[in-house]
């Protein structure tokens, strides 16, 4: 439970917290609602979870609206887009929290 914790609840928060400092509040905001999308891919990762037919067209939505949020709806603004060091620190602390949702499973009932 404690390594657990450490890898989900210290990482994530000193991760975000630094990418906070870095990226801007609606960068955050939209990579962080992103966070669903990346706890089934961890979840099809390490569980082997598979993607039922209601999940991948949710998932595939869910990132495509991120992508419109992040482009401000200019498609167009793919090719140009890059990542500041912030987004790579809240990336980093949405996957260390889905690792940690995916990994309570094994997590004894009481």
Sequence with gaps: MCGLSFAGITRFTIFYFL?????????ASVLSGATSIAIAIVSFIILRIKLTHAVIPGTVLGII???????NGDLNAISTMALGVGDLF?????????????????????
């Design 19 to 27: 990418g906070l400092q870095i990226t801007t509040a609606i960068n």
């Design 65 to 71: 609206d991120s992508l419109v949020i992040i482009l």
């Design 90 to 110: 809240i990336i980093a602390a949405m996957t260390f929290w889905a690792i940690y949702t995916v990994c309570l499973k094994w997590l004894p009932p009481t």
